[in-house]
C-alpha cells in the first residue's frame, strides 16, 4: 500500500498522542471523559480561590467536578461556576451550593439538597451559591475576636511569666514536694499497717470471736431458770435478813431510850442512884470516911488490933 506513507504514519502517531495526552491531562483533573455527565451552573459573589477541576461533593462523596468558571462582565456582581455531576444525581429543588476552604489551601463545593427528593432541577439550571461556612469560613470570622485577645494574652503572659520568675513559687513546689514525700512515707506506713499488722489484728479479732461463740454456746447449756431462781431465792434472804435487821435495829433503838429514859428518870433505883444529889454526896462522905479510917488503921493499927501471946492486958 503506497498511499501508507512514513509522512501518514508519523501524522497518526501523533493525533494518537494528542488523544491520550487530553484523556490523561482529563483525567488528573478528576474529569472522566468516558463518562456522561450533567451540566449545571452555579452564582457565587466570591469564588474564595475556586479552580478549575475542584471537586462537587453531597454529603463527603465526589459526584462532580469543576468544569469551568465565568466572570458576569457585564453585571460585574457574580462569578458563574459550571459544574459537571454524574448523569445518575438527581439534584432536588431548593439544593444551595457553599464552598470550603481546607486547611492545606484547596477549595471544594458543597451541595446541600433540598428537602423534597421527588421534585429535582433540570440540566443546565441554575443553583444559589451561598457563602462557606467551613472551618477555614468559622476560623475568618473568629479572626477579628482573636486580634482583639491577643493584648489582653500578651497581659496573661507577662503576668505568668512574673509569677514563675517569684522566688515563693520555688518555695512552695518545694513545699509540695516535701508534702508529697510525706504522702508516699505515710502511704507506704499505711500499706505496712494493712499487711502486717491488720492481718495480726484480724486473726486477734477472729480468736476473739471464736471465745465469744464459745461462751455463748456454753452460755446457752447453762439451766438459765434455776439460775433464776437461785437468784430469786437470794435475793428473798437478803430481802428477810434486812427486815430482821431492821426488826433489831429497832428494838436496839427501843431499848436504847428505854435506858436512857431510867437512867433520865426518877421512878426508879437506877435513876435514883444516878440522879439523887444527897445520895452522891452521902457516898463520897462515906468513901472519905473509910479512906481516913484505912490511913488511921494505917498510922495506928494497935488501936485496932492486938496480938499477945499470954493474953490481952488490960490496961
Same mark, same amino acid.
Given at each position: 500500500?503506497?498511499?501508507?506513507? @512514513?509522512?501518514?504514519?508519523?501524522?497518526?502517531?501523533?493525533?494518537?498522542?494528542?488523544?491520550?495526552?487530553?484523556?490523561?491531562?482529563?483525567?488528573?483533573?478528576?474529569?472522566?471523559?468516558?463518562?456522561?455527565?450533567?451540566?449545571?451552573?452555579?452564582?457565587?459573589?466570591?469564588?474564595?480561590?475556586?479552580?478549575?477541576?475542584?471537586?462537587?461533593?453531597?454529603?463527603?462523596?465526589?459526584?462532580?467536578?469543576?468544569?469551568?468558571?465565568?466572570? *458576569?462582565?457585564?453585571?460585574?456582581?457574580?462569578?458563574?461556576?459550571?459544574?459537571?455531576?454524574?448523569?445518575?444525581?438527581?439534584?432536588?429543588?431548593?439544593?444551595?451550593?457553599?464552598?470550603?476552604?481546607?486547611?492545606?489551601?484547596?477549595?471544594?463545593?458543597? /451541595?446541600?439538597?433540598?428537602?423534597?427528593?421527588?421534585?429535582?432541577?433540570?440540566?443546565?439550571?441554575?443553583?444559589?451559591?451561598?457563602?462557606?461556612?467551613?472551618?477555614?469560613?468559622? /476560623?475568618?470570622?473568629?479572626?477579628? !475576636?482573636?486580634?482583639?485577645?491577643?493584648?489582653?494574652?500578651?497581659?496573661?503572659?507577662?503576668?505568668?511569666?512574673?509569677?514563675?520568675?517569684?522566688?515563693?513559687?520555688?518555695?512552695?513546689?518545694?513545699?509540695?514536694?516535701?508534702?508529697?514525700?510525706?504522702?508516699?512515707?505515710?502511704?507506704?506506713?499505711?500499706?505496712?499497717?494493712?499487711?502486717?499488722?491488720?492481718?495480726?489484728?484480724?486473726?486477734?479479732?477472729?480468736?476473739?470471736?471464736?471465745?465469744?461463740?464459745?461462751?455463748? @454456746?456454753?452460755?446457752?447449756?447453762? *439451766?438459765?431458770?434455776?439460775?433464776?431462781?437461785?437468784?430469786?431465792?437470794?435475793?428473798?434472804?437478803?430481802?428477810?435478813?434486812?427486815?430482821?435487821?431492821?426488826?433489831?435495829?429497832?428494838?436496839?433503838?427501843?431499848?436504847?431510850?428505854?435506858?436512857?429514859?431510867?437512867?433520865?428518870?426518877? *421512878?426508879?433505883? /437506877?435513876?435514883?442512884?444516878?440522879?439523887?444529889?444527897?445520895?452522891?454526896?452521902?457516898?463520897?462522905?462515906?468513901?472519905?470516911?473509910?479512906?481516913?479510917?484505912?490511913? !488511921?488503921?494505917?498510922?495506928?493499927?494497935?488501936?485496932?488490933?492486938?496480938?499477945?501471946?499470954?493474953?490481952?492486958?488490960?490496961?
Amino acid at each position: 500500500m503506497k498511499w501508507f506513507t @512514513k509522512e501518514l504514519k508519523i501524522a497518526l502517531a501523533t493525533i494518537v498522542a494528542g488523544i491520550f495526552v487530553y484523556v490523561g491531562i482529563n483525567f488528573l483533573k478528576g474529569i472522566n471523559l468516558f463518562q456522561s455527565n450533567n451540566t449545571y451552573f452555579v452564582k457565587f459573589k466570591d469564588v474564595n480561590g475556586l479552580v478549575v477541576s475542584n471537586p462537587v461533593l453531597v454529603n463527603g462523596y465526589p459526584v462532580g467536578v469543576v468544569r469551568n468558571i465565568h466572570y *458576569d462582565y457585564k453585571l460585574a456582581e457574580y462569578v458563574v461556576v459550571e459544574i459537571e455531576i454524574n448523569d445518575q444525581m438527581r439534584i432536588p429543588v431548593g439544593t444551595t451550593a457553599e464552598l470550603d476552604s481546607e486547611l492545606m489551601g484547596g477549595v471544594k463545593m458543597l /451541595l446541600n439538597l433540598g428537602a423534597n427528593p421527588t421534585q429535582h432541577i433540570e440540566q443546565g439550571d441554575t443553583l444559589v451559591g451561598m457563602p462557606g461556612s467551613g472551618a477555614m469560613a468559622q /476560623l475568618q470570622n473568629a479572626l477579628p !475576636d482573636v486580634l482583639a485577645v491577643l493584648p489582653k494574652l500578651d497581659s496573661i503572659v507577662t503576668n505568668i511569666q512574673n509569677i514563675t520568675a517569684d522566688p515563693s513559687l520555688m518555695q512552695t513546689l518545694r513545699n509540695a514536694e516535701q508534702l508529697t514525700a510525706q504522702l508516699n512515707t505515710s502511704a507506704q506506713q499505711l500499706n505496712d499497717f494493712l499487711g502486717n499488722d491488720l492481718k495480726s489484728m484480724s486473726v486477734k479479732l477472729d480468736n476473739t470471736l471464736g471465745n465469744a461463740e464459745t461462751f455463748s @454456746k456454753e452460755l446457752a447449756t447453762l *439451766d438459765l431458770q434455776k439460775t433464776i431462781n437461785s437468784v430469786d431465792q437470794t435475793l428473798a434472804d437478803v430481802k428477810t435478813f434486812s427486815t430482821n435487821l431492821n426488826t433489831f435495829t429497832t428494838n436496839l433503838n427501843n431499848t436504847a431510850l428505854e435506858l436512857d429514859r431510867k437512867i433520865n428518870g426518877k *421512878d426508879n433505883s /437506877l435513876g435514883l442512884l444516878l440522879n439523887d444529889r444527897s445520895l452522891y454526896d452521902n457516898i463520897n462522905s462515906t468513901i472519905a470516911d473509910a479512906d481516913s479510917l484505912v490511913i !488511921d488503921l494505917k498510922a495506928h493499927p494497935k488501936r485496932y488490933v492486938h496480938f499477945s501471946v499470954f493474953g490481952r492486958k488490960e490496961k
